[in-house]
T-cell receptor
C-alpha cells in the first residue's frame, strides 16, 4: 500500500521567513496530493492540493510543487505569520481507492 | 461549502461500556464517509471506509467487531466503540465526500474519547 514520509517533523521560523515541508510517496499510482493544516484539538483543514497532471500550484502565500518522477511533493509558505503556526500534514490519494494516506506531520512554529 | 458535523465533541466513559459517535454531512449527500483515529502528536490513521447502504471496509489491524460502523443514510454514519478500554482513548475524526467533490474529503470537528 501507499506510504507517505514527511520532513521535517518540527520547523521553527521567524515571522516573515519562508517555510518548506517535503513529502515523498511510494505508490506511483497516487494522483492527488492534498495538504492539511491542523490546529490543536481541531479538524484538519485543506489548504491546498495538487493533481498529478500539474507540476505546481500557488494560492497567495502558499504553493505546492510535485515531482512525479521522484515521487515527492513540497509545501512552500512565504512571508510566514504567527497564525501559520500549526501542524501540517501532507497526504496522497490513489483516486481509484479514495483512501487518504497521511504523512507523519510537521509542527510549524512561527515566532514573532 | 461542504459541512460535516460530529457528535458528541467529547465523551468520557467507563471501561467496558460502548460509545456511539455520529458523523453527519449537513449540506450534501455523502456517498462515502471515512473514520480516522488520531493519537496525541501523531498523524491521522484511517480506520474504515463506509459507503451508504453497504458494509464498511476496515483497514488492516482494525477490529471490525470492536469498531462498528453503520452508514444508514447519505447524510449519517455512526461509529460505535464497543467494550471500550483505556487504550481506545483517542481523537476520532470522520470525513465525507461525494462524487461531485472528486477526491476532496471534508472533515468533521472530531470527537475526543477518554476511557477511564
Amino acid at each position: 500500500g501507499e506510504n507517505v514520509e514527511q520532513h521535517p517533523s518540527t520547523l521553527s521560523v521567524q515571522e516573515g521567513d519562508s517555510a518548506v515541508i517535503k513529502c515523498t510517496y511510494s505508490d506511483s499510482a497516487s494522483n492527488y496530493f492534498p495538504w492539511y493544516k491542523q490546529e490543536l484539538g481541531k479538524r484538519p483543514q485543506l489548504i491546498i492540493d495538487i493533481r498529478s497532471n500539474v507540476g505546481e500550484k500557488k494560492d497567495q502565500r502558499i504553493a505546492v510543487t510535485l515531482n512525479k518522477t521522484a515521487k515527492h511533493f513540497s509545501l512552500h509558505i512565504t512571508e510566514t505569520q504567527p497564525e501559520d503556526s500549526a501542524v501540517y500534514f501532507c497526504a496522497a490519494v490513489n483516486t481509484g481507492f479514495q483512501k487518504l494516506v497521511f504523512g507523519t506531520g510537521t509542527r510549524l512554529l512561527v515566532s514573532p | 461549502g461542504a459541512v460535516v458535523s460530529q457528535h458528541p465533541s467529547w465523551v468520557i466513559c467507563k471501561s467496558g461500556t460502548s460509545v456511539k459517535i455520529e458523523c453527519r454531512s449537513l449540506d450534501f449527500q455523502a456517498t462515502t464517509m471515512f473514520w480516522y483515529r488520531q493519537f496525541p502528536k501523531q498523524s491521522l490513521m484511517l480506520m474504515a471506509t463506509s459507503n451508504e447502504g453497504s458494509k464498511a471496509t476496515y483497514e488492516q489491524g482494525v477490529e471490525k467487531d470492536k469498531f462498528l460502523i453503520n452508514h444508514a443514510s447519505l447524510t449519517l454514519s455512526t461509529l460505535t466503540v464497543t467494550s471500550a478500554h483505556p487504550e481506545d482513548s483517542s481523537f476520532y475524526i470522520c470525513s465525507a465526500t461525494a462524487l461531485a467533490f472528486q477526491e476532496t474529503q471534508y472533515f468533521g470537528p472530531g470527537t475526543r474519547l477518554l476511557v477511564l
